[in-house]
């Protein structure tokens, strides 16, 4: 076989999917694994927004459409983004595409030149850091941590921030802690982005997700929309991840770039699906606020039974539907020496499929305490048996 591009050797991954297939691996052989791995609401699509998609098939809106995305999609993603952001936006400045994830993709390869530093949280969605290194910017890690509730020091990127950074990659609420930045924070940010002239990413994915306060977006800060890009999308929010549909929203020239981007690899995404997307912005809420609704219940039933297992201290996170448990005793009791080994013996002998920390990059200097990721996007019955079955493991 012929060599392969060194740039490969650069791309990293998200191991989620890979748990997945294993989970799924694990079930066809008839084992029953309670899964909190994959971050997913386990609700179908409402039904207004289904019954769109087909009519839309039906209707024939099965071709080719612009690479920005319809249009009737744009104007309805800038003003729902200008209603909930409180800044207005054009239907020049949105960017659709299949998911939300070629947003951080396509924005971070139109944005960052080699040598380029980029801030990410770290923990964090493993896709930043290694689409950081695929374009050879250099990657700068911002440590968020647990007595902080998630969030990360303004002080320590302070000391991180500056002339060599081209963008600050936020993500609030967080995956995978569950963490938010408050609005001080983000003001903070803002300043130091203004003095350095950089790009904020802000990854507002999960900003339908706030169960305590308000969802602040740094967009709002006056000056900060001409260097934001925000990433969000409908796969969590209308429980549509694979419809594959997401968005961004940023400068009208930088939009034009990243439709190029997207003509140059997807071409557009899928009509219908875009068709349905209206609908799921535009039409009855209910459902979509009944899920969110069922998240906060199960937030307070994770945090709640992951505190009473001896070893296991888990923090009460603002939103998303991650809880990031703290199982250093856990992992002691044991006798296994990582969150890594942890996943395994939940998996193997008590059937639970978790996430190690290792999956949102390096641990951070200093950090010796050991978690793993529950997503809780799971039924309460899961959540209480998947439970219990850690306690009987740990607690033998
Ligand atoms: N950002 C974050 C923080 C996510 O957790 C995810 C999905 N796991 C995405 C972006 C990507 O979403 P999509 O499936 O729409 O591409």
């Known amino acids: 076989m012929p060599v392969r591009a060194e740039r490969m050797s650069l791309l990293g991954t998200e191991t989620a999917f890979e748990v997945l297939a294993e989970v799924n691996q694990l079930k066809a052989q008839g084992r029953d694994i309670i899964s909190f791995a994959i971050?997913?609401?386990?609700?179908?699509?409402?039904?207004?927004?289904?019954?769109?998609?087909?009519?839309?098939?039906?209707?024939?809106?099965?071709?080719?459409?612009?690479?920005?995305?319809?249009q009737p999609l744009r104007e309805a993603i800038a003003a729902y983004i200008s209603r909930t952001r409180h800044v207005n936006y054009g239907p020049d400045e949105v960017v659709v595409t299949p998911g939300a994830k070629p947003i951080m993709f396509h924005g971070i390869l139109a944005t960052v030149n080699p040598g380029d530093e980029v801030i990410y949280p770290n923990p964090g969605f493993p896709i930043y850091e290694?689409?950081?290194?695929?374009?050879?910017?250099?990657?700068v890690p911002i440590a968020l941590r647990e007595e902080k509730d998630f969030a990360f020091d303004v002080d320590e990127l302070r000391s991180k921030v500056g002339p060599k950074t081209k963008m600050i990659?936020?993500?609030?609420?967080?995956?995978?802690?569950?963490?938010?930045?408050?609005?001080?924070?983000?003001?903070?940010?803002?300043?130091?982005?203004?003095?350095?002239?950089?790009?904020?990413?802000?990854?507002?994915?999960?900003?339908?997700?706030?169960?305590?306060?308000?969802?602040?977006?740094?967009?709002?800060?006056?000056?900060?929309?001409?260097?934001?890009?925000?990433?969000?999308?409908?796969?969590?929010?209308?429980?549509?991840?694979?419809?594959?549909?997401?968005?961004?929203?940023?400068?009208?020239?930088?939009?034009?770039?990243?439709?190029?981007?997207?003509?140059?690899?997807?071409?557009?995404?899928?009509?219908?699906?875009?068709?349905?997307?209206?609908?799921?912005?535009?039409?009855?809420?209910?459902?979509?606020?009944?899920?969110?609704?069922?998240?906060?219940?199960?937030?307070?039933?994770?945090?709640a039974g992951l505190n009473d297992i001896e070893g296991i201290t888990c923090r009460t996170p603002k939103g998303a539907f991650y809880v990031f448990p703290n199982v250093t005793q856990a992992c002691a009791k044991l006798g296994v020496k990582t969150a890594k080994e942890l996943q395994r013996k939940l998996l193997y002998e008590a059937g639970v499929a978790v996430l190690p920390r290792s999956s949102f990059?390096?641990?951070?200097?200093?950090?010796?305490?050991?978690?793993?990721?529950?997503?809780?996007?799971?039924?309460r019955e899961a959540i209480t048996e998947g439970l219990r079955r850690i306690k009987a493991l740990i607690e033998g």
């Open 39 to 70: 971050g997913e609401p386990d609700f179908d699509t409402p039904e207004n927004i289904k019954q769109a998609g087909i009519k839309a098939i039906e209707e024939n809106h099965t071709h080719y459409g612009p690479s920005a995305g319809i």
């Open 130 to 139: 290694s689409v950081i290194r695929f374009v050879g910017g250099v990657p």
């Open 169 to 303: 990659i936020l993500n609030s609420p967080q995956n995978p802690t569950g963490g938010g930045l408050s609005q001080g924070t983000l003001e903070a940010v803002a300043e130091m982005a203004l003095r350095y002239d950089c790009w904020v990413l802000s990854d507002e994915i999960y900003s339908r997700m706030v169960f305590d306060g308000e969802f602040h977006s740094i967009a709002t800060i006056p000056d900060m929309k001409e260097r934001t890009i925000i990433l969000d999308g409908f796969s969590k929010t209308y429980s549509m991840t694979g419809w594959r549909i997401g968005f961004g929203v940023m400068p009208s020239s930088l939009a034009v770039d990243v439709a190029r981007l997207e003509t140059n690899s997807e071409s557009c995404t899928a009509t219908f699906t875009q068709m349905a997307a209206i609908e799921a912005l535009t039409g009855p809420q209910d459902a979509a606020e009944a899920m969110i609704a069922e998240f906060k219940a199960r937030r307070e039933l994770i945090v």
């Open 361 to 379: 990059g390096s641990r951070n200097a200093g950090e010796d305490q050991e978690y793993v990721r529950f997503s809780y996007a799971t039924s």
